[in-house]
């Protein structure tokens, strides 16, 4: 059955989609507070990703029903696996949604600066548990030949997998303040480029191990694969690019780092799904977890169709707001009115950020 | 309380409360559409004023739904991961396609929708409102195929003792499918002018634009008279398949334990449940179930206890009737207050007709108030579908207490269980007080299009 290698390869666009999309989003929420000085300025940071959040997060619902229609075998064993782990995920995810909506909808400080809060929180929970997830998959978890888990909480928490969990956190923050440096302007745009600088070199040397580790783990060749050398350019790359100033193409290349990242854990994993500690001859695979051919069948077809249109309207939604946010546009009305009349759309560095599509 | 026990009171908790937003989001989506066409076509500021007002309690509530319905999507590995394995061939495939078809459209299309106010030309920013709309709607088609497939299965072969899907056709055009699909956009337009029925009520009792708020609550009687009464036509369709596909659930709905025929329908009844088998019926009403189960006049209902020997013939030894008191009062919730809201409408419209509905300080009471019945309405009418399913967690293929996470312990369920009670509890609370509050708030000005000082559209975060 060719289609299931095939599916495995879909997943894997969708949680790679996922992770260079949210993945600037998690940044802009855990560094809102920290760009944005005072409320106007949070809520120009916020703004930069109003529109496309919400978007950007239906990759992780149907990176997760994927799974569940292609791999019911995988969807079963990681979910109920991870439990507790996923109970915090959801939290950390609901809370996080929700404090964009409803922050600005009472004009009180105490009530602003708690959904900031939490905003932040959420932003910084959510990647560092689904790369812990991640990582979990390739390092092995307590399997019984049932593809039942039988570990505890605990046995979540690897070295591995809780390493996988940060570099995502950090490549998360660099791809955030590049994207902020991309998408505002004056003060913020400065403090992002700033902040940018002093995270580009600790994502990169994480990078840099999380890339090594990860081809060990997976007991591959000695040599890198193209996609952990790619991993390592980019985010190289994404370093220089940086100091250099140059926010769209450090944005492009942090998201490269993100994509080759997520995808060479992927790659280390096929066939297999989730490993076992137990015994490898229990290991989830694409094989011994998937649907049946017809339901493979009828899913490769919505894909085929639903997936480019998906694609489609997400980019043009980038285009639409492509324009960079300005902290003058938040500020009450009479502050407006004193500023100087500068236009709040920088015609230049208007470019849609890139990397929208895949 | 057993693994099965505490997974269940877990679903039921987190479905029902991501089932009060749900409604409100795809009523309220499609009314808000109506209300920016009405705009779009004559460029009247009171319809631009009613879309801005309106937009901001869909949107106030859309953000709940989505963050629930996280919790929705994740669910089943985590608490139902023998159930997943089982079926996921068959039932994952209708959510992935939801995510895809629907979820996109929806999230992407709100974004555009909401900031798009002064980037979009006025007849794209119609689209993207219409758009959000088909979304909700392309939604629920999926969830609910999905769904009908465990109250009826169709379209699949068992391999093994593993059901496979081998007609997809045959999951979309299942009968349970299509009338409770129906059934349920049907309520939830219900719902949508409800709530649009009392925020407009609540508006005009406090003097809050007559001329303006008299429009949405027209709007909003127009689309509420037909919905609830196609709703309640449709459920009795409804009710008339499900009787064939499970008999159980309605004639534990009627708590009927023998066979009979005709048979009638008992407005109330004193005892009753699943020891009590002769409970004392109040005001019975001849032949009326065996109309609303059969639609014939003497058709006949099969009771209880012969079921209950046919499947332990079929399946097995095993207890097979669903718990009774829940089905018969869920039944009759879900019925009175349809009627309810339906004398509710039909007195509004006469009014209306009569010219006196913004003056009608009685009526305008009553209207405030009744925005809490189909939220009533809807919770009755799922557990009358879920809990008339069990002990099946799929009709005839799987038992709910097979179906349960084996690797997950009393203790991790009790865990989430608290943790999602107190934050659904939090988030409720937030959602209902920023709904109220901005349900009182006095209507934004229309947007001056060449007003250049005024570059924040006014919905923003």
């Known amino acids: 059955m060719r289609l299931v290698p095939f599916w495995f390869i879909v997943i894997t666009v969708l949680w790679t989609g996922f992770f260079i999309l949210e993945g600037f989003d998690f940044g802009v929420g855990m560094l809102h507070g920290v760009v944005g000085r005072d409320d106007a ?193 980019a985010v190289i790359a994404a370093v220089w690019l940086v100091y250099d100033h140059r926010e769209g193409f450090a944005f492009a290349a942090t998201t490269v ?90 015609p230049d560095g208007a470019a849609p950020p890139a990397g929208q599509g895949l | 309380m057993t693994n099965v026990d505490l997974a269940r009171w877990q679903f039921a908790f987190v479905t029902i409360n991501h089932f009060f937003f749900v409604p409100v989001t795809i009523g309220l989506a499609f009314l808000t559409a109506l209300l920016q066409t009405a705009w779009y076509r004559s460029k009247r500021d009171e319809y631009l004023r009613l879309t801005r007002f309106f937009g901001t309690l869909l949107v106030i509530n859309v953000a709940i739904g989505v963050v629930t319905g996280l919790v929705q999507e994740f669910q089943f590995g985590m608490n139902w991961s023998a159930y997943s394995r089982l079926v996921g061939n068959i039932f994952g495939a209708p959510l992935a396609m939801e995510g895809l078809a629907a979820f996109f459209l929806e999230s992407t299309f709100l974004g555009l929708w909401l900031f798009g106010w002064d980037k979009l030309s006025r007849r794209v920013h119609l689209l993207t409102i219409w758009l959000v709309s088909l979304g909700t709607v392309l939604s629920a088609a999926f969830i609910m195929a999905a769904n009908s497939w465990m109250q009826h299965p169709v379209g699949y072969v068992m391999v093994n003792g593993k059901p496979q899907l081998n007609d997809i056709w045959a999951v979309f055009t299942n009968q349970v499918f299509v009338w409770g699909y129906s059934k349920v956009l049907l309520a939830s337009l219900v ?44 459920g009795d369709e409804l009710g008339v398949i499900e009787a064939k596909y499970q008999p159980m659930k309605i004639a534990a709905a009627e708590a009927q334990w023998t066979t009979c025929q005709p048979c009638s329908f008992s407005l109330f009844q004193i005892g009753g449940g699943n020891n009590d088998h002769t409970p004392t019926q109040i005001l019975a009403i001849p032949h009326l179930l065996s109309l609303l189960a059969t639609n014939h ?114 203790t991790s369920i009790v865990i989430s269980l608290v943790i999602f009670v107190l934050l659904y509890g939090v988030l409720a609370t937030v959602d209902l007080m920023l709904m109220l509050k901005y349900s009182r708030q006095q209507l934004p000005p229309a947007h001056a299009e060449t007003d250049a000082d005024a570059p924040v559209p006014a919905v923003q975060y």
Request: net charge positive; glycine share 8%; proline share 4%.
């Open chain 2, 191 to 234: 719902t949508g002018a409800a709530v649009m029925l009392a925020v407009s009520a609540w508006q005009l009792r406090h003097g809050g634009a007559p001329e303006v708020f008299t429009r949405s609550a027209r709007l909003a009687l127009i689309v509420l008279v037909p919905a609830i009464l196609f709703t309640m036509l449709v």
């Open chain 1, 257 to 346: 780092t993100m994509a080759a990242c997520v995808v060479s854990i992927f790659t280390g994993l096929y066939p297999n799904v989730m490993v076992s500690s137990t015994n490898s001859a229990y290991n989830l695979t694409v094989h011994n977890t998937a649907s049946g051919a017809y339901s493979l069948k009828v899913m490769t077809v919505v894909v085929v169709i639903f997936l480019p249109f998906v694609l489609a309207y997400q980019t043009w939604t980038y285009y639409v707001f492509r324009r960079r946010v300005s902290r003058r546009e938040f500020l009450p009305l009479t502050g407006r009115h004193a500023a100087p009349s500068a236009p709040t759309a920088t």
């Open chain 1, 41 to 233: 300025g949070r809520r120009a940071a916020i703004n930069t990703i109003g529109p496309l959040w919400d978007g950007n997060e239906v990759w992780l619902i149907v990176a997760g029903a994927a799974i569940f229609a292609a791999f019911p075998g995988w969807y079963a064993t990681m979910f109920s696996g991870f439990y507790l782990a996923l109970v915090l995920l959801l939290a950390s995810l609901m809370v996080r949604g929700v404090s964009f909506e409803y922050r600005g909808k009472r004009n009180a400080l105490r009530w602003r600066r708690t959904w900031d809060g939490l905003l932040t929180a959420g932003s910084l929970l959510a990647p560092l548990l689904i790369g812990v997830a991640l990582g979990d998959l390739l390092t092995g978890l307590p399997i019984n030949s049932h593809q039942e888990y039988t570990g505890s909480f605990w046995n979540l928490l690897q070295p591995y997998g809780l390493f996988t969990g940060i570099t995502f956190v950090l490549i998360c923050l660099l791809s955030g303040a590049t994207f902020l440096g991309l998408k505002t302007t004056d003060d913020l745009r400065e403090r992002a480029g700033r902040l940018a600088r002093r995270v580009a070199p600790v994502t990169g040397a994480a990078v840099v191990a999380f890339v090594i580790w990860t081809h060990v783990t997976a007991r591959s060749t000695f040599f890198l694969n193209p996609v952990e050398l790619l991993a390592i350019l």
């Open chain 2, 297 to 410: 006049w003497d058709g006949k209902v099969i009771g209880l206890s012969p079921l209950q020997s046919q499947y332990q013939k079929q399946f097995g030894p095993g207890y097979y009737v669903p718990n009774v008191f829940i089905q018969y009062w869920s039944m009759r919730v879900m019925a009175y207050v349809g009627v309810l809201v339906l004398l509710i409408a039909v007195y509004g419209l006469w009014l209306l007709r009569r010219q006196k509905l913004a003056t009608s300080r009685r009526f305008l009471w009553v209207a405030i108030w009744a925005a809490v019945l189909p939220f009533l309405m809807n919770t009755a009418g799922w557990l009358l579908t879920e809990s008339g399913r069990q002990p099946w967690i799929v009709q005839g293929i799987m038992l709910t207490k097979n179906g349960v996470s084996s690797s997950v312990g009393v």
